[in-house]
């Protein structure tokens, strides 16, 4: 199983400023089938990016990702107020697929 | 526009099943090289892979619960069902269902599962 290591846990931020979340896995993840999701509370996670670094439908462009084998980055280039949410990455290149442990973006 | 809705019964005993049931609406779960997936989040805490199921029936299931998981599909009434036996309050989640491609890229909105006597 690969294990993925999101960090830091909890990223303080103004808006306006840039996000830097990492993600680590344990083992290369296979033709970065590396995705990235959005969370906010009560809802369902959000699909921003795929593939490491491909942006998924209608994701505003201040979204991108980053990175192969076992480092990935996702990077917030303007925070935006609705941007303040968990982020999940995830593997899906093999089975089982799994999900990192999540950062908190929130406002400081 | 494609959209996923869960339905089931919100409180289910322990060492009971849980049954849930994904309905696809707004295209048929037939017609796209995709995998449809159960994903569950307990409260508080991430997300966790269940199980997925392609349209032929083909499936493939997180080790951690695969002894207990049953996923399939009923491409007659466009949804696929979960399954998951002898369930704890460990078991207590919202419970997603997703189209699985290039990442999962549309989810239902969520169905909280209490595992409770």
């Known amino acids: 199983e690969i294990v993925l290591t999101q960090s830091p846990g909890t990223l303080s931020l103004s808006p306006g400023e840039r996000a830097t979340l990492s993600c680590r896995a344990s083992?290369?993840?296979?033709?970065?089938?590396l995705a990235w999701y959005q969370q906010k509370p009560g809802q369902a996670p959000r699909l921003l990016i795929y593939g490491a670094s491909s942006r998924a439908t209608g994701i505003p462009d201040r979204f991108s990702g980053s990175g192969s084998g076992t480092d990935f980055t996702l990077t917030i280039s303007r925070l935006e107020p609705e941007d303040f949410a968990v982020y999940y990455c995830?593997?899906?290149?093999?089975?089982?697929?799994?999900f990192g442990g999540g950062t908190k973006v929130e406002i400081k | 526009q494609l959209q996923l809705q869960e339905s089931g019964p919100g409180l289910v005993k322990p060492s009971e099943t849980l049954s849930l049931t994904c309905t696809v609406s707004g295209g048929s779960i037939s017609s796209s090289n995709n995998y449809w997936g159960w994903i569950r989040q307990p409260p508080g805490k991430g997300l966790e892979w269940i199980g997925s199921?392609?349209?032929?029936?083909?499936?493939y299931y997180n080790p951690s619960l695969k002894s207990r998981v049953t996923i399939s599909v009923d491409t007659s009434k466009n949804q696929f069902s979960l399954k998951l036996s002898s369930v704890t309050a460990a078991d207590t989640a919202v419970y997603y269902c997703?189209?699985?491609?290039?990442?999962?890229?549309?989810w239902g909105q969520g169905t909280t599962v209490t595992v409770s006597s």
């Open positions: 997703a189209r699985s491609g290039d990442g999962m890229d549309v």
């Open positions: 083992q290369s993840v296979s033709s970065s089938y």
């Open positions: 995830q593997q899906y290149g093999n089975s089982p697929l799994t």
């Open positions: 199921i392609y349209y032929s029936g083909s499936t």
